[in-house]
């Protein structure tokens, strides 16, 4: 048992509870606002909740925890503001956004000084809005560079991969055919570039929930942690420090296989290294993986008592009681067995024991909601962490206020990056208490749908002082703070208690080669002084330096020390940005060239032979320029020049990207096109193909079943508004790349995993392929059935349990797929569940199993109809009236899947996503009379 009482007060209007418990429970409300349900109906073709998230941060830069709530369709996102005394305020929309969404996240991805804003969003686009200051947000997917698509994306994080002061995104794709997960690296410029198969981190096509940027091996560089759904096993991606990352997920046994959703990571056993709680359904229960310093991880949740077995979603480490270890809260969906989110105590710094006491058994007093993401910030700033819950359907929001009454001191920190990102995620702060050790990780979008608080809380007992604090930022420098008081915030500036000023000039690096140089002068101490570079240089100037990032520790004669920063840029890779302007009647074009990087003076040399860096008196058409600087480095530009009276012209390509056997013509749109083509022939034939067709909108069309390392000719062709169409354009060219060297073979499986009615299979990306695809069949059918997968994996649906399968390969290399492969491999599907061994009805389970079952009956005399029934992708249910009526589907477990309004005759039901096997649906009517019938997905 813990040392003193722990007291919760539940702000959660307009209900105020008071009670007595082991760690009690009791208080008076606190005001927040209007009981908002943040999950609205309806949902898009009746698809689960599954929650909308939250996040802590302040968003309005007065020093107060404001809170953000994503929502459902046809809601706004709600604001509220901190009003500093203990109240909340709802406040008008910062954004104007509708749409299903799942996550918000507050960033300051451009370094300006005040938060931006990324939305994801269930079917619809995600979102990022630029902060302009004054309230005002700016929509900048697009000019952004991140894509404007409909994906299935649940959870995203921000986190600086490649340690260069920016924020990086990634994003997670809940789709097992479509969308694989986005990593999107920041420019500097307002721009990503989406660098996801570069980085190796696209994970596929898997169920991914959440991802979390955590250094696991304190290298100094953030690896990303996935949970995936279902048969897909969790991934961890290590941070190889090159742009690259490495799958671990198998040597590092972090790649459990659950149906995993959450991915928080924090220190429980104070040894140092970050560990990580993943949440499950009642098969298998919750997975604490404990940290063991080596790059591999122990699954300790049994021992530790942390499993749960029910159906939980967002969980937290923070520390309850400020005694110096972190506890959990997680959150749980609420179905027929009464379940309650629930809280971990742990007793690590009271035992030295990897355990976990309930102090509530069945979770918080009167925290029943149907609850899913959670967030922890302490939002009267009176040291003790609180928990935020939005939760769905008819439950309101709760915020829990920590009371707890114990002599217990604390201390917070804020961090500001002036040369890793000025958010300082990803830093990593230790601090010295007492005799003890803690550390804590800075994170943007670590939980399940959540942000937790900015500032960083360490509960450090009854130490009287904490005698060191040491911040590790992801540039590399370290301040060290000594001998703080308790029970204070303190913020830390990046570079800030190092005492000697460093400057350091620096020569870049041009296009021949690693010719850099980066020259330290102290500003202060006392010399000599010694100097140590990260390129292992050890004078005050170091040479031959790449492009990147280096530091230098300067060291006076008293044993003082500064941090200077180098960043050397290849300034030999010139951008060339041209501004146009069109021509009229054929004539007055202009284009307007400036040049990025390089070393002047520049000369230009235009395709028209002009030697100017601007060019004028244009006729529509192509305009290319080389830029040659000082060094003799090299940059090119292309432009399209178009005519605003002109009826019709051909496209005009800016950009071509090829691979060994595609070729993506880029160009900027002309304002009257309708579609445009290309027609294409390897250099030299008579003969041309024709390409596909690329709508009025769009900005690039893929010509694929090229020939590797051929040089093509092709010429565009455009229809305008109404029936004109252009003329083909003059001829422009391009080569295919070469092969990287591997086979063109069928593909072979390295990971195979099925369930009763579905299986994964995985195999080695290709990068020479343009497609894969698996031909399956259950052993002794004569009827083969197939699929394509664009991804290295491929999931197969609607099996039949109990049943053995063989399947074979093929990959598509170019326009020619090869043969099926000689080799056959086999998978066995499972058992069906009991409850869905009999179609016609539930199993005969046991006694307890069949009286949650009973309470779904059919009524005698049902108030809707069902139809088809049996059903494989959508049901009908027709209402007897068009009033208000309230449909609850459940499993044959009695759990409920879907919660639906409709005040309409009708509702289709969307069935793609539940596996096969009988549930119920319920309607309760505008008269509050329920009525019940079951159906069967086959």
């Not at 927040?32 to 009746?46: H, I, K, L, N, R």
């Not at 217990?408 to 990056?417: H, I, L, P, R, S």
């Not at 480095?633 to 432009?639: D, F, L, N, T």
Request: with cysteine; hydrophobic share 35%; proline share 4%.
């Amino acid at each position: 048992m813990k040392n003193g009482i722990l007291l919760f007060l539940m702000a959660f209007l307009p209900i105020a509870l008071s009670a007595q418990f082991p760690y009690a429970l009791k208080g008076t409300t606190a005001t927040f606002g209007a009981p908002d349900t943040v999950s609205g109906y309806p949902f898009p073709q009746g698809f689960p909740q599954w929650g909308t998230g939250v996040s802590c941060i302040d968003f309005n830069n007065d020093g107060l925890e404001d809170l953000t709530f994503a929502t459902g369709t046809n809601q706004e996102l709600y604001f509220y503001t901190n009003n500093g005394d203990g109240t909340f305020t709802k406040i008008a929309p910062l954004v104007s956004n509708t749409h299903h969404t799942k996550m918000v996240l507050w960033a300051d991805y451009d370094n300006d000084g005040d938060k931006d804003l990324f939305v994801t969003a269930f079917q619809r686009p995600n979102t990022l809005y630029r902060n302009d200051g004054g309230g005002v947000f700016t929509d900048v997917t697009a000019m952004a560079g991140i894509p404007v698509r409909n994906d299935w994306t649940w959870g995203a994080t921000w986190g600086d991969y490649n340690n260069d002061g920016l924020l990086d995104l990634y994003v997670c794709n809940r789709h097992n055919a479509v969308n694989s997960n986005y990593l999107y690296r920041n420019n500097g410029n307002g721009t990503f570039t989406d660098v996801t198969r570069k980085a190796g981190v696209s994970d596929g096509t898997q169920l991914t929930f959440q991802a979390n940027f955590v250094d696991i091996n304190n290298d100094g560089w953030l690896d990303l942690y996935l949970a995936n759904d279902r048969l897909y096993g969790n991934t961890l991606f290590r941070n190889n420090g090159d742009g690259t990352f490495t799958d671990i997920s198998t040597s590092s046994a972090a790649g459990i296989t659950i149906d995993a959703m959450n991915t928080a990571a924090g220190d429980f056993n104070n040894d140092g290294f970050f560990d990580l709680y993943v949440t499950n359904t009642p098969n298998g229960g919750n997975v604490l993986l404990r940290n063991n310093g080596d790059e591999t991880f122990s699954d300790i949740s049994a021992s530790a008592g942390v499993q749960g077995f029910n159906f939980f979603w967002a969980g937290n480490f923070f520390d309850i009681e400020n005694d110096g270890d972190e506890d959990l809260y997680v959150s749980c969906m609420k179905d027929f067995t009464g379940s309650q989110n629930k809280v971990y105590v742990n007793q690590f710094v009271e035992t030295g024991m990897e355990v976990f006491t309930e102090p509530y058994v069945n979770g918080l007093p009167g925290d029943t909601a149907q609850s899913y993401a959670n967030a922890i910030f302490d939002f009267n700033d009176d040291g003790k962490l609180d928990i935020i819950v939005p939760n769905n359907g008819s439950d309101t929001i709760h915020l829990w206020e920590n009371i707890v009454s114990n002599s217990n001191n604390w201390v917070k920190f804020t961090v500001e990056g002036t040369v890793s990102n000025r958010d300082g995620y990803g830093t990593r702060v230790e601090i010295w208490a007492g005799g003890k050790h803690y550390v804590r990780g800075h994170y943007c979008g670590d939980a399940y749908l959540n942000q937790n608080s900015e500032k960083i809380h360490f509960g450090i007992g009854t130490a009287s002082m904490v005698d060191s604090v040491a911040i590790h930022w992801l540039s590399g420098i370290t301040d060290v703070l000594t001998d703080l008081s308790p029970n204070q915030t303190y913020n830390v500036v990046e570079n800030s208690t190092n005492p000697i000023p460093v400057n350091v000039n620096v020569v870049h690096a041009d296009c021949h080669g690693s010719d850099g140089e980066a020259t330290a002068t102290p500003g202060g101490g006392v010399g000599p002084y010694t100097y140590e570079w990260t390129s292992g240089d050890m004078t005050a100037t170091a040479t031959s330096l790449a492009e990147g990032n280096y530091l230098v520790t300067v060291t006076d004669s008293n044993g003082d020390r500064g941090i200077g920063f180098a960043s050397i840029n290849n300034i030999g890779v010139i951008t060339c940005d041209i501004a146009v302007t069109m021509s009229t009647n054929g004539v007055g074009g202009a284009a307007d060239l400036t040049v990025t990087g390089g070393k002047a003076p520049f000369t230009y040399s235009w395709s028209n032979s002009a030697t100017t860096e601007d060019i004028s008196g244009l006729a529509p058409g192509a305009y290319e320029v080389v830029v040659v600087d000082d060094n003799l480095c090299e940059g090119r530009g292309i432009v399209g020049v178009y005519d605003n009276v002109a009826p019709c012209m051909p496209i005009i390509p800016t950009e071509t990207v090829v691979t060994a056997y595609t070729a993506t013509l880029k160009w900027d749109v002309p304002p009257t096109a309708d579609a445009s083509r290309a027609r294409y022939r390897e250099v030299g034939s008579p003969t041309w193909l024709i390409s596909p067709a690329a709508r009025d909108t769009d900005s690039e069309l893929t010509i694929e079943g090229l020939t590797p390392d051929t040089e093509y000719e092709y010429q565009t062709k455009t229809r305008c508004d109404g029936p004109v169409i252009s003329g083909f354009s003059a001829s422009y060219f391009f080569r295919t790349a070469q092969l990287s060297g591997l086979p063109c073979d069928s593909w072979i499986p390295h990971t195979i995993a099925s369930d009763h009615d579905s299986a994964v299979i995985e195999w080695t990306d290709n990068q020479d392929a343009d497609r894969y695809r698996i031909r399956y069949r259950i052993i002794g059918d004569p009827i083969w059935k197939e699929q394509v997968a664009l991804w290295a994996m491929v999931t197969l649906g609607n099996l039949t349990p109990s049943s053995m399968y063989e399947f074979q390969s093929a990959t598509l290399c170019g326009a020619t797929w090869t043969e099926w492969s000689v080799t056959t491999w086999n998978f066995t599907t499972t058992m069906a569940p009991p409850a869905m061994a009999q179609a016609g009805g539930p199993a005969e389970t046991d006694r307890e199993d069949r009286s949650a079952l009973e309470q779904l009956e059919e009524s005698a005399e049902a108030s809707f109809k069902l139809f088809p029934n049996p059903a494989r992708e959508s049901i009908t249910i027709e209402f007897a009236g068009s009033d208000n009526n309230a449909v609850t589907v459940r499993n044959a477990n009695g759990q409920v899947i879907r919660l639906i309004n409709s005040t309409l005759g009708s509702y289709s039901l969307d069935l793609s996503e539940l596996p096969t096997g009988m549930y119920f649906v319920t309607v309760v009517d505008a008269n509050g009379m329920p009525s019940t019938q079951r159906f069967i997905k086959n």
